[in-house]
């Protein structure tokens, strides 16, 4: 089993849809967690960093974690063509080692306007 | 307030050819961290460098690759005798101290193709 299990889609929305992207992982000493938006050729962009679970807003997107489930969630409302990317989860102990992040294998979104 | 700068952007190299990957952090970043993006794969952990230090290479095939840091001058990522499996897109990110409250930021990427 991997630590990290992503579905990578593609997953296609129409212009205005609620995005809803997941991560699952089996590690019980993660406790940051992190989502990236990569863009086609580009290095990735941090989007959402939270550590404690429940929701956290910012914008469009909300990051839900809940640690009961080992399960992380991205969600993008009033979604935009310019969403179109891969997002990745990434994840990381605390402690010793908290700098050396596990990311999912990412899910690549189009919105089609 | 240029971010991380990796060059080159693309790169080819033959089969055991040296690859040399540049990284520059971004102004005020003292901790730099590697990671490599096989086709159809998730970023892995490399190695993570401090001026003059390798903190964690616990990422890094044991043969070909090695990283350094120095006190002046960008990281350098260097695979000897490269061979296909090295195909990849390599990134570099640097963060401060307090990688908890900002997390990494990343480079752009070396995209390494081995003919």
């Known amino acids: 089993q991997k630590e990290v299990e992503q579905d990578p889609g593609p997953l296609s929305v129409p212009e205005g849809a609620i995005v809803s992207l997941n991560c699952t992982y089996s590690n019980s000493a993660f406790q940051y967690f992190m989502w990236y938006r990569q863009y086609s050729r580009k290095g990735p962009e941090l989007l959402m960093y939270?550590?404690?679970?429940g929701n956290k807003e910012d914008g469009r997107f909300t990051a839900q974690v809940d640690k009961s489930s080992k399960y992380i969630s991205l969600f993008i409302r009033d979604s935009q063509p310019s969403d179109s990317a891969t997002y990745l989860c990434?994840?990381?102990?605390?402690?010793?080692?908290?700098?050396?992040?596990?990311f999912g294998k990412g899910t690549k979104l189009s919105v089609i306007p | 307030n240029a971010g991380v700068m990796q060059n080159p952007r693309h790169l080819v190299r033959r089969r055991g050819q040296e690859a040399r990957l540049r990284c520059s952090p971004m102004?005020?970043?003292?901790?730099v961290y590697w990671y490599r993006q096989l086709p159809e794969e998730g970023l892995k952990f490399m190695v993570y460098?401090?001026?003059?230090?390798?903190?964690?290479e616990s990422g890094m095939p044991k043969e070909r690759f090695s990283a350094e840091f120095p006190k002046e001058g960008p990281s350098i990522l260097r695979i000897q005798q490269v061979v296909r499996g090295d195909s990849a897109a390599y990134f570099c990110a640097s963060s401060s101290d307090r990688l908890r409250d900002y997390g990494y930021t990343f480079g752009s990427g070396t995209r390494l193709t081995v003919v």
């Open positions: 102004k005020g970043h003292s901790h």
């Open positions: 990434a994840m990381t102990a605390s402690g010793a080692g908290s700098y050396q992040l596990t």
């Open positions: 939270t550590y404690s679970s």
């Open positions: 460098l401090q001026k003059e230090n390798i903190i964690d």
